[in-house]
């Protein structure tokens, strides 16, 4: 790899890196600082962009699909729709 494609490579990272931030900062102005599904508080380095329609079944990169997640309800979601998991948390609480 060359210097100029380094650099490159790293400006893009750099970018999305910022943009995801952006995103996060946007959510966090949106729908507070709790997790969507669980509510717990947030820190705003820990907390993950989960996409209610998951990428998998189509869902877009749209701020309308995103929301806040801890760390726990984004692994646990994975690629469930927004019903199947939250289904899947009711069975547990009953
Ligand atoms: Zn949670």
New binding site residues.
């Given amino acids: 790899m060359n210097k100029t494609i380094k650099t490159r490579t790293k400006n893009k990272i750099a970018k999305i890196v910022s943009n995801k931030r952006k995103i996060r900062r946007f959510l966090f102005n949106r729908d507070g600082t ?7 508080r ?1 820190n705003f380095e820990t907390a993950t962009i989960d996409h209610l329609i998951p990428k998998s079944q189509g869902g877009s990169d749209n701020l309308d699909n995103l929301v806040l ?6 692994i ?1 979601k994975g690629a469930k729709s927004l019903n199947e998991f939250i289904g899947s948390k009711l069975k547990v609480v009953v």
Avoid at 34 to 40: A, G, I, K, L, S
Avoid at 69 to 74: G, L, Q
Wanted: aromatic share 14%.
């Fill in positions: 709790e997790c969507f599904y669980c509510n717990t947030l997640a801890c760390h726990e309800c984004n646990g």
